[in-house]
């Protein structure tokens, strides 16, 4: 079984849908449970807030007692805003750390815990960002909050090997989803792919998902502690 938070949309309902289709039964973290009538598999949905940490445990509880033992959690929530640093007020930054860095740890920390009670390998996967490895200006906090995924996913893979736990994490570049303004995106869009990404197009939700399908099968066993970039080849200036 695998645990998808943020699964309603974009990144995170194209790897509940991939994940489906390679076998895994399915827990959907997200405020739209039409999802899980789209994935042929054995499927819950279970709203819950990733900052909480009381939330997240009641995710996993509830998630294990229905599809039995936990195989997979992608720690996929995140969200974004773009802003000047100087202008940034207090509750945009704990909007942010609170959603992309205490909600990931969250997420990995119940799943171990609950790997770890199974006694059972288990795959950990956290969504960062290639503002992971380079934060953008006017995004300063969301990029702090995407190296902490980093953090992290080393800190954790560290700690967790010995029970035979791997934990990565997924960082793409631009994706086509529903966060871009479409009154703007084409314009974005084009210029980006001209400019900056080597295969001189943006990727969909899907390329992102059939990197994580990796990262949850076996062939992935010999992996941990890394964040990888999906870019496409992003050229930095």
Same mark, same amino acid.
């Given at each position: #079984?695998?645990?998808?938070?943020?699964?309603?949309?974009? *990144?995170?309902?194209?790897?509940?849908?991939?994940?489906?289709?390679?076998?895994?039964? &399915?827990?959907?973290?997200?405020?739209?449970? #039409?999802?899980?009538?789209?994935?042929?598999?054995?499927?819950?949905?279970?709203?819950?807030?990733?900052?909480?940490? !009381?939330?997240?445990?009641?995710?996993?509880?509830?998630?294990?007692?229905?599809?039995?033992?936990?195989?997979? @959690?992608?720690?996929? !929530?995140?969200?974004?805003?773009?802003?000047?640093?100087?202008?940034?007020?207090?509750?945009?930054?704990?909007?942010?750390?609170?959603?992309?860095?205490?909600?990931?740890?969250?997420?990995?920390?119940?799943? !171990?815990?609950? @790997?770890?009670?199974?006694?059972?390998?288990?795959? *950990?996967?956290?969504?960062? #960002?290639? !503002?992971?490895?380079?934060?953008?200006?006017? @995004?300063?906090?969301?990029?702090?909050?995407?190296?902490?995924?980093?953090?992290?996913?080393?800190?954790?893979?560290?700690?967790?090997?010995?029970?035979?736990?791997?934990?990565?994490?997924?960082?793409?570049?631009?994706?086509?989803? %529903?966060?871009?303004?479409?009154?703007?995106? %084409?314009?974005?869009?084009?210029?980006?792919?001209? %400019?900056?990404?080597?295969?001189?197009?943006?990727? @969909?939700?899907?390329?992102?998902?059939?990197?994580?399908?990796?990262?949850?099968?076996?062939?992935?066993?010999?992996?941990?502690?890394?964040?990888?970039?999906?870019?496409?080849?992003? &050229?930095?200036?």
């Amino acid at each position: #079984s695998a645990i998808i938070t943020g699964a309603g949309r974009g *990144i995170g309902k194209a790897i509940a849908l991939r994940l489906a289709r390679d076998g895994f039964d &399915i827990c959907v973290n997200d405020t739209d449970a #039409s999802l899980v009538d789209q994935l042929g598999r054995t499927a819950i949905d279970c709203i819950a807030d990733v900052s909480d940490r !009381a939330a997240v445990d009641n995710l996993v509880e509830k998630s294990v007692a229905a599809l039995g033992p936990l195989t997979v @959690m992608v720690a996929n !929530a995140g969200i974004t805003q773009p802003k000047p640093l100087l202008e940034l007020t207090d509750a945009d930054i704990r909007r942010i750390f609170d959603v992309n860095v205490i909600g990931v740890y969250n997420c990995y920390a119940s799943a !171990a815990k609950q @790997m770890i009670k199974q006694g059972t390998p288990g795959k *950990i996967i956290g969504g960062a #960002s290639i !503002a992971a490895f380079k934060a953008p200006a006017g @995004m300063g906090h969301y990029g702090a909050s995407k190296f902490a995924v980093r953090g992290w996913t080393q800190a954790f893979a560290q700690e967790l090997g010995k029970h035979n736990i791997t934990v990565t994490a997924y960082a793409p570049g631009l994706v086509d989803t %529903e966060i871009w303004n479409v009154n703007s995106k %084409e314009a974005i869009f084009k210029k980006c792919s001209d %400019e900056m990404i080597a295969l001189k197009r943006i990727a @969909m939700p899907e390329d992102v998902a059939k990197f994580v399908s990796f990262l949850a099968s076996t062939d992935s066993d010999y992996i941990t502690g890394q964040t990888i970039a999906v870019d496409g080849g992003i &050229i930095y200036n």
